[in-house]
């Protein structure tokens, strides 16, 4: 039996194809079988993270980041309450010096 591999030149679209229901082919299972996936890129971790009980855990079951809920505010009184009408940007802002090279090096 030949090695599966991806289609070796693309699709003709001026080409009909022909359309098979599930139930038309009883030898699905044997194909639907065969790996056809991109190799799995390596994480970037070392192996020992990988196979950490809490990584491993988030992984399998999909979790995501926790996003608070959105909700409309119908109230116009509660929504000048939280959001001032008359806001003014402030002249000057907060600022950090860039961290530079020259301070990480120890004398």
Do not use: W
């Not at 009980?53 to 009184?77: K, N, S, Y």
């Amino acid at each position: 039996m030949s090695k599966p591999s991806f289609r070796a030149r693309p699709l003709e679209a001026s080409k009909p194809m022909p359309i098979f229901m599930s139930e038309e082919l009883p030898d699905l299972p044997e194909y639907s079988a065969i790996n056809r996936a991109v190799p799995q890129m390596p994480s970037g971790m070392k192996k020992e993270e990988e196979c950490e009980h809490h990584l491993q855990r988030a992984i399998v079951t999909g979790l995501i980041i926790p996003t608070p809920e959105v909700i409309q505010i119908g109230d116009m009184a509660a929504y000048n309450r939280l959001y001032a009408p008359n806001f003014k940007v402030p002249k000057q802002l907060i600022h950090m010096q860039p961290f530079t090279m020259e301070q990480d090096i120890p004398d």
